[in-house]
């Protein structure tokens, strides 16, 4: 066996752990958000916490490497609500979009909304997506298509709000969200714009309950321990 055999094999290896290793960080990140456990991650790639850190030293290096390929995919899809000639189709597509990704992977949901300092590459992520959220928001109000008085932190309240919503209801309610995101923006609205009906039901008070408080899982309680002496 020649010198060189062993040392391919071994990046061979190495290199099916790293692509095992952003596969199940995307995944676990889709579920978890930027707290994910990075034990979590090691285990559904089938490797060692030691073999996660060897290819990524910290959990920005990780997610860096998640993210990097997605970051101008999601910004070029804000992007193309700068393109849109009416302020409030622009606004609006612009917080469909951010909710679309909210319903399908949390980490990202976490990064357009809180970011992350540690890493300048993902702040970059969200304070990009909040220079488009202002002149989206500046466009609209220039041509009366929202409240005078609407600031760009009210509309980020708004979205921190709505990726609440979409975490607790996508999974078992995957439309109600829209409901809520058309509430959202009637606030933003001058008096007297004619907005429509509501789309989807409302859920029933049961539901919200349901949602966010989960019930916990059933168990008998252990028998009474006798005290000593009885």
Not at 46 to 57: I, Q, S
Not at 90 to 113: I, K, M, S, V
Not at 135 to 156: C, I, N
Request: aromatic letters at 6%; one cysteine or more.
């Amino acid at each position: 066996m020649s010198a060189g055999k062993p040392l391919n094999s071994l990046r061979s290896d190495a290199q099916r752990n790293r692509r095992r290793l952003l596969s199940s960080a995307a995944e676990v990140l889709r579920e978890q958000g930027l707290d994910a456990s990075l034990d979590e991650i090691s285990r559904r790639a089938g490797v060692g916490n030691a073999t996660l850190y060897r290819h990524f030293p910290s959990r920005e290096k990780l997610y860096e490497a998640v993210y990097l390929e997605q970051a101008d995919a999601r910004r070029q899809s804000f992007e193309r609500s700068l393109a849109m000639s009416d302020g409030w189709a622009a606004l609006t597509h612009y917080f469909e979009e951010a909710c679309g990704f909210f319903a399908t992977d949390q980490g990202l949901a976490d990064l357009l909304n809180r970011g992350m300092p540690q890493s300048p590459m993902l702040d970059e992520m969200r304070d990009t997506c909040q220079r488009i959220l202002r002149e989206l928001l500046d466009r609209a109000r220039a041509q009366g298509a929202v409240r005078a008085d609407v600031e760009q932190t009210d509309l980020m309240w708004m979205l921190t709000s709505l990726q609440r919503v979409v975490a607790v209801s996508e999974p078992d309610h995957p439309d109600a969200w829209r409901r809520y995101l058309a509430l959202t923006l009637r606030g933003l609205r001058p008096p007297g714009r004619d907005t429509g009906e509501l789309p989807a039901t409302s859920l029933t008070p049961d539901i919200f309950h349901e949602l966010l408080c989960p019930r916990l899982p059933t168990h008998t309680p252990r028998p009474a321990r006798a005290l000593a002496g009885n």
